[in-house]
């Protein structure tokens, strides 16, 4: 939340002919104007002028270099009605007078506008024309051609669905349509709409805006509906130029209503809708007992109660839910606690009262959801202690209330910068802790890869120093087994040498006998002899 701009816009073209059917959304116009910064702005359908003026002054007052286009033909139409010349004079009276310089009113039909701006070129469009389906869905369609990619669309009352209101349906088919759209619900509900395309700058706001979780959702929606309240009711410690306002203060409080209509909305099998709604009226300024009979297979989705549709205090004792025939309890509501899961939304502010229930409605349409989870097989029997007052009077301590949880709003918002500051740093130190981690795992990742490297090589290694060592045994054992053999071979060839000299010594001997005189004498008897043995 402390990306979202701290309260402080006060209007100077606020509520005029005495109508404030955009008051509610002005806080936002302006921080819009001071984020995107639009160098063409075009407003179609301005009557008084409330809405197209305070986009003019946030231009003005942010210092923002940008044409803006009003185009109306000020003549009215069946929702704002048809009112006389008196109400251009007094649109033009103001304009000439503070935006002259940057602002121009095109007296036209929104049709006939168009060939005055090239596609493409609009930076921010509002679409504020007559109401129905078809005039809405046809405006849009003509003039989304004309605003850039990335350019912002704002549609008007997308949260009224009486008479032959139909932007509320149209709205419903854009926004499934469309990545990046915000819904406001209050002060007959503004649509949000960015075109797809461009590449303009980064922008917290819209970022924060458009990618909001429903919780962040709903605390932005609270926070222009606190900003709206206290533009409404002269905020307490305000400007002079405010303060000086408690008699307008209490016209918009004190609407002098009499009466007021609690409607109920049963969640059947189209959802809430106008016609399965039940209405009763009840007085202003006491306390009432609302009783109603809800339909069988009430609590298969939540209930809406829209307790008024007035300016207005409301207070809520209980409410209670029974079965119609046994009486049984099927669910009730009888302290602050148990109206914590309720969903708040429209122009409902919450704040802290005698009663279980305290809200503060600064417009026509405040409502919330009842808890669901429970179911009626029959029918059931609502029944609601409420009372409704409009005086100014009554309004004054939820002003108290809200302006204090305004300005702790802003001493929280103070410290959460502070806090972000410090949370931006610890991030920065973080994300470079982050950084050096990666880089150290990256090391450590390139270290494992080499030290895998290393055991393989010295895997290898080993198995060729064990080869080398089985060589190397193979190699000794051979040169031992050579070593035998040589040995034995010396002896070998000695063995043949003895045998050699022995024949030798034999041969010389023998020749010597062949060749003595005794062998000589005794040939012819050794002749005989082998004669007398048969020999040769």
Same mark, same amino acid.
């Not at 073209?13 to 063409?40: C, E, K, M, Q």
């Not at 007296?107 to 024309?129: C, K, N, P, V």
């Not at 016609?275 to 989705?301: F, H, L, N, Y």
């Given at each position: 939340?402390?990306?979202?701009?701290?309260?402080?816009?006060?209007?100077?073209?606020?509520?005029?002919?005495?109508?404030?059917?955009?008051?509610?959304?002005?806080?936002?116009?302006?921080?819009?104007?001071?984020?995107?910064?639009?160098?063409?702005?075009?407003?179609?359908?301005?009557?008084?002028?409330? !809405?197209?003026?305070?986009?003019?002054?946030?231009?003005?007052?942010?210092?923002?270099?940008?044409?803006?286009?009003?185009?109306?033909?000020?003549?009215?139409?069946?929702?704002?009605?048809?009112?006389?010349?008196?109400?251009?004079?007094?649109?033009?009276?103001?304009?000439?007078?503070?935006?002259?310089?940057?602002?121009?009113?095109?007296?036209?039909? @929104?049709? &006939?506008?168009?060939?005055?701006?090239?596609?493409? !070129?609009?930076?921010?469009?509002?679409?504020?024309?007559?109401?129905?389906?078809?005039?809405?869905?046809?405006?849009?369609?003509?003039?989304?051609?004309?605003?850039?990619?990335?350019?912002?669309?704002?549609?008007?009352?997308?949260?009224?669905?009486? %008479?032959?209101?139909?932007?509320?349906?149209?709205? =419903?088919?854009?926004?499934? +349509? @469309?990545?990046?759209? @915000?819904?406001?619900?209050?002060?007959?509900?503004?649509?949000?709409?960015? /075109?797809?395309?461009?590449?303009?700058?980064?922008?917290?706001?819209?970022?924060?805006?458009?990618?909001?979780?429903?919780?962040?959702?709903?605390?932005?929606?609270?926070?222009?509906?606190?900003?709206?309240?206290?533009?409404?009711?002269?905020?307490?410690?305000?400007?002079?130029?405010?303060?000086?306002?408690?008699?307008?203060?209490?016209?918009?409080?004190?609407? #002098?209503?009499?009466?007021?209509?609690?409607?109920?909305?049963?969640?059947?099998?189209?959802?809430?809708?106008?016609? !399965?709604? *039940?209405? $009763?009226?009840?007085?202003?300024g006491s306390w009432k007992d609302v009783t109603v009979t809800m339909p069988a297979g009430t609590g298969a989705?939540?209930?809406?109660?829209?307790?008024?549709?007035?300016?207005?205090? *409301?207070?809520?004792?209980? *409410?209670?839910? /029974? =079965?119609?025939?046994? #009486?049984?309890?099927?669910?009730?509501?009888?302290? %602050?606690?148990?109206?914590?899961?309720?969903?708040?939304?429209?122009?409902?502010?919450?704040?802290?009262?005698?009663?279980?229930?305290?809200?503060?409605?600064c417009s026509s349409d405040p409502y919330f959801f009842l808890p669901s989870g429970w179911k009626a097989d #029959?029918?059931?029997?609502?029944?609601?202690?409420?009372?409704?007052?409009?005086?100014?009077?009554?309004?004054?301590?939820?002003? $108290?209330?809200?302006?204090?949880?305004?300005?702790?709003?802003?001493?929280?918002?103070?410290?959460?910068?502070?806090?972000?500051?410090?949370?931006?740093?610890?991030?920065?130190?973080?994300?470079?802790?982050? %950084?050096?981690?990666?880089?150290?795992?990256?090391?450590?990742?390139?270290?494992?890869?080499?030290?895998?490297?290393?055991?393989?090589? %010295?895997?290898?290694?080993?198995?060729?120093?064990?080869?080398?060592?089985?060589?190397?045994?193979? +190699?000794?054992?051979?040169?031992?087994?050579?070593?035998?053999?040589? +040995? &034995?071979? $010396?002896?070998?060839?000695?063995?043949?040498?003895?045998?050699?000299?022995?024949?030798?010594?034999?041969?010389?001997?023998?020749?010597?006998?062949?060749?003595?005189?005794s062998w000589v004498l005794t040939k012819p008897l050794r002749g005989f002899m082998r004669l007398f043995k048969?020999?040769?």
């Amino acid at each position: 939340m402390s990306d979202l701009p701290t309260p402080s816009f006060v209007p100077i073209r606020y509520r005029p002919g005495d109508l404030g059917t955009w008051s509610g959304h002005l806080a936002f116009a302006n921080d819009l104007i001071a984020d995107v910064r639009p160098s063409l702005l075009v407003e179609l359908g301005t009557h008084w002028g409330e !809405s197209y003026f305070t986009f003019c002054q946030s231009v003005f007052q942010n210092g923002v270099d940008c044409l803006c286009y009003a185009v109306d033909h000020w003549l009215g139409e069946q929702h704002a009605g048809h009112y006389g010349e008196e109400v251009f004079q007094d649109v033009q009276r103001f304009n000439e007078a503070h935006y002259r310089g940057f602002s121009y009113l095109l007296r036209t039909g @929104f049709d &006939e506008a168009l060939q005055q701006f090239a596609d493409d !070129s609009i930076d921010l469009l509002h679409i504020d024309g007559l109401h129905t389906y078809e005039a809405v869905s046809h405006d849009f369609q003509a003039w989304l051609p004309k605003v850039k990619p990335g350019g912002i669309i704002l549609m008007h009352d997308i949260a009224v669905r009486h %008479a032959d209101f139909g932007v509320w349906r149209f709205w =419903d088919e854009l926004k499934d +349509e @469309f990545a990046h759209s @915000f819904t406001f619900h209050h002060w007959w509900g503004l649509g949000v709409l960015r /075109k797809p395309g461009g590449s303009g700058p980064q922008s917290a706001f819209l970022d924060l805006l458009f990618h909001s979780s429903p919780v962040m959702a709903e605390r932005i929606r609270r926070h222009y509906l606190m900003q709206t309240a206290f533009l409404e009711n002269a905020r307490l410690e305000a400007t002079p130029a405010v303060q000086a306002a408690p008699a307008a203060a209490s016209a918009n409080i004190d609407s #002098g209503a009499q009466s007021t209509t609690v409607q109920i909305y049963p969640f059947g099998s189209a959802g809430h809708s106008e016609e !399965s709604s *039940i209405r $009763q009226t009840i007085e202003c300024g006491s306390w009432k007992d609302v009783t109603v009979t809800m339909p069988a297979g009430t609590g298969a989705g939540p209930i809406r109660i829209d307790p008024a549709d007035c300016v207005s205090v *409301i207070e809520i004792r209980g *409410i209670a839910l /029974k =079965d119609e025939e046994s #009486g049984e309890e099927l669910f009730s509501a009888l302290s %602050a606690d148990d109206f914590k899961d309720a969903q708040f939304s429209g122009s409902a502010l919450v704040f802290s009262g005698d009663s279980a229930c305290c809200i503060l409605s600064c417009s026509s349409d405040p409502y919330f959801f009842l808890p669901s989870g429970w179911k009626a097989d #029959g029918p059931a029997r609502l029944e609601i202690s409420i009372q409704v007052r409009t005086s100014m009077e009554a309004a004054v301590p939820a002003f $108290q209330h809200l302006h204090h949880a305004a300005r702790k709003s802003t001493a929280h918002a103070e410290e959460n910068g502070k806090l972000r500051i410090a949370l931006a740093e610890a991030e920065k130190q973080g994300a470079e802790a982050l %950084a050096q981690s990666v880089r150290l795992e990256e090391q450590l990742a390139t270290t494992t890869v080499r030290m895998r490297e290393v055991q393989r090589e %010295a895997r290898i290694l080993q198995e060729l120093l064990d080869s080398a060592e089985n060589r190397a045994k193979e +190699e000794a054992q051979t040169r031992e087994a050579s070593a035998a053999f040589e +040995e &034995e071979l $010396q002896s070998t060839r000695a063995a043949l040498e003895n045998e050699r000299a022995l024949l030798v010594n034999e041969r010389i001997l023998r020749a010597k006998m062949l060749h003595s005189k005794s062998w000589v004498l005794t040939k012819p008897l050794r002749g005989f002899m082998r004669l007398f043995k048969g020999g040769d």
